[in-house]
């Protein structure tokens, strides 16, 4: 089933059970589904472009987190922190901690990475395989952690 069915149906879901947030956080994503499919390109959405657009609503929405945070904006910070929770449900399952770092590790070993020059070559094959299964940041910092003490 496609993202924009998934979406669709929770929508249709959030409206009965008059969920505000689940509501804006779906149409958000309803949104971003329709501007690629206008966008001209004439490409269509696959799995791996769904996960993409859905990564960069959260990472958006992560962004404008720290900000209100930082700002001491608790109101619009509880609004993010709904979104986010919303829009996560149509990521895969996540990895955990563990789990990721070995796989890093697994990755630096293939690639014969040695130092902090060798980041963008672990960086580069950790990113294309952990696509959707972890977030970019977490990766980028774990990487950077390993490398370090190689």
Same mark, same amino acid.
Do not use: W
């Given at each position: 089933?496609?993202?924009?069915? =998934?979406? *669709? ?5 959030? *409206? ?44 958006? =929405? ?5 900000? @209100?945070?930082?700002?001491? =904006? ?6 993010? =922190? ?7 449900? @149509?990521?895969?399952?996540? *990895? ?6 070995? @796989? ?18 672990? *960086? ?27």
């Amino acid at each position: 089933m496609s993202l924009e069915v =998934r979406v *669709m149906q929770a929508l249709k879901e959030a *409206m009965k059970a008059k969920d505000d947030a689940a509501k804006r956080s779906l149409r958000a994503i309803k949104s971003a589904i329709l501007l690629v499919k206008t966008d001209g390109s004439g490409k269509e959405l696959d799995e791996a472009g769904e996960i993409k657009l859905v990564q960069k609503l959260v990472k958006q =929405r992560k962004d404008s987190l720290a900000i @209100f945070i930082e700002q001491g =904006r608790e109101d619009l910070a509880q609004v993010e =922190r709904e979104e986010i929770a919303t829009i996560e449900k @149509f990521l895969p399952e996540q *990895m955990s901690e563990a789990d990721l770092e070995n @796989f890093i590790k697994g990755i630096i070993e293939k690639t014969g990475a040695s130092s902090m020059k060798d980041m963008g070559k672990v *960086m580069g094959m950790a990113t294309k395989e952990l696509a959707g299964k972890a977030d970019g940041k977490t990766v980028s910092n774990l990487v950077k952690k390993l490398l370090a003490g190689a």
